[in-house]
């Protein structure tokens, strides 16, 4: 059962993560209080696409 609740919570957070990613840095635009988070996944994005 723990494994069930922990494994929803993973992707919950994943899901609000790629979320995050669309509705914000993907469109050019900062995330508003927590700019860090954005330079963290835009730096992400380039390291993938490259």
């Given at each position: 059962?723990?494994?069930?609740?922990?494994?929803?919570?993973?992707?919950?957070?994943?899901?609000?993560?790629?979320?995050?990613?669309?509705?914000?840095?993907?469109?050019?635009?900062?995330?508003?209080?927590?700019?860090?988070l954005g330079?963290?996944?835009?730096?992400a994005r380039?390291?993938?696409?490259?």
């Amino acid at each position: 059962m723990l494994l069930v609740i922990v494994g929803l919570l993973v992707a919950m957070a994943l899901a609000a993560l790629v979320t995050t990613f669309v509705a914000y840095p993907h469109r050019g635009e900062p995330i508003p209080h927590a700019a860090w988070l954005g330079d963290a996944m835009k730096s992400a994005r380039d390291k993938i696409v490259r």
